[in-house]
């Protein structure tokens, strides 16, 4: 399957609990995104990376939220110490380099409950 | 005003039928336009993308920009059954044009 990859589809945490949320981008692209999607919500940018370098992250929450794409393995977004309010659905995204960023391919979504 | 405004429905039609949906949007630096399916409990899946004035083909879907009235479509002809999911529009402007802004969505219901 050489679509999105994310894991797990599913996480569950108790408040204060750290969340990790796993993005593997479509092979032959480079670049990642990570949305949020809360209920009654529409999808919200969270951040742009590429491998080792954080492109704008504009969209992310100022504290407990951090991202990374290492030079090897998958994109991670970080949750720390979760709140009722993070729950939701996140989605990861990716596209090939070049000027065509905005042609972006989802991922099914890790949907994070926190009780 | 949000920044890109879209009838959440529910729009229910007959198999067979043109369906129509529509965004419009405040942000006069958007020029990249898309259009995404989604399925209950799935992530997005890209339709179509078009970055200019007009209309774009593909399949039973045309995708239209009116840029001049901050108006976009997506036309579904012959719609089936397996058409039936929340359909969201997607924007981009020339500056930031990896950072998409999405519509809340449409949920059509397509009935046999």
């Known amino acids: 399957n050489a679509g999105v990859m994310q894991n797990p589809r599913h996480l569950v945490r108790r408040r204060g609990q750290e969340a990790r949320l796993r993005c593997s981008p479509m092979k032959g692209h480079s670049h990642v995104y990570w949305y949020r999607q809360l209920p009654e919500e529409g999808l919200k940018f969270m951040v742009y990376?590429?491998?080792?370098?954080?492109?704008?992250e504009s969209g992310m929450p100022k504290e407990r939220f951090s991202a990374e794409f290492p030079k090897e393995g998958p994109s991670i977004l970080r949750i720390q110490q979760v709140v009722r309010g993070d729950s939701a659905a996140y989605f990861c995204a990716s596209s090939r380099a070049g000027t065509r960023l905005y042609e972006q391919y989802f991922g099914p979504g890790t949907r994070l409950t926190v009780t | 005003q949000k920044e890109v405004e879209q009838d959440p429905g529910p729009l229910s039609v007959p198999e067979g039928a043109i369906v129509s949906l529509n965004c419009t949007y405040s942000?006069?630096?958007?020029?990249?336009f898309m259009w995404y399916r989604q399925y209950s409990r799935k992530g997005p899946e890209l339709l179509m993308y078009t970055y200019s004035s007009g209309n774009k083909e593909d399949g039973r879907f045309t995708a239209q920009v009116d840029k001049s009235s901050k108006y976009i479509s997506l036309f579904i002809r012959d719609s089936q059954p397996s058409d039936s999911a929340t359909y969201l529009c997607?924007?981009?402007?020339?500056?930031?044009?990896?950072?998409?802004?999405f519509g809340k969505g449409t949920l059509l219901t397509v009935n046999p």
């Open positions: 942000n006069s630096a958007f020029q990249y």
């Open positions: 990376l590429q491998k080792e370098n954080i492109i704008d």
């Open positions: 997607a924007m981009a402007s020339g500056g930031s044009n990896y950072k998409l802004t």
